[in-house]
């Protein structure tokens, strides 16, 4: 059973900056792809970034230029360091991966931005 568990999240002014964590756990299966998801109350789940094996990598329009994903060192993490922020990005952000046609979600960890 793969369980994804993000950190990192918080209050901070419009203009600062955060840095999200995910891990994933309970299993020895390898995760190719990993991303991030935000959901702003009465909107739908919204794709973030996403980076997969390979190094590729994909970011809403909203968001270019200020956050980048990453893949750490240990097998199975992601980050996702967010700049500039501004008080349109306030959500809960939810970690992401999948492994071959089979999805995996974290919690969710909120992100609120003050303007």
């Known amino acids: 059973q793969v369980r994804l568990v993000e950190s990192g999240g918080g209050l901070v002014q419009a203009g600062g900056s955060l840095r999200l964590s995910c891990a994933a756990s309970g299993s020895s299966v390898i995760i190719p792809a990993m991303g991030w998801y935000h959901q702003a109350p009465g909107k739908q789940r919204e794709m973030v970034a996403k980076?997969?094996?390979?190094?590729?990598?994909n970011y809403v329009d909203s968001v270019k230029g200020r956050f980048t994903i990453s893949r750490g060192n240990a097998r199975n993490t992601a980050y996702l360091q967010m700049n500039s922020l501004k008080p349109e990005d306030t959500a809960v952000y939810y970690c992401w991966g999948n492994n071959y046609g089979s999805d995996y979600w974290g919690q969710g960890t909120q992100v609120t931005v003050s303007s």
């Open positions: 980076t997969r094996s390979g190094g590729s990598t």
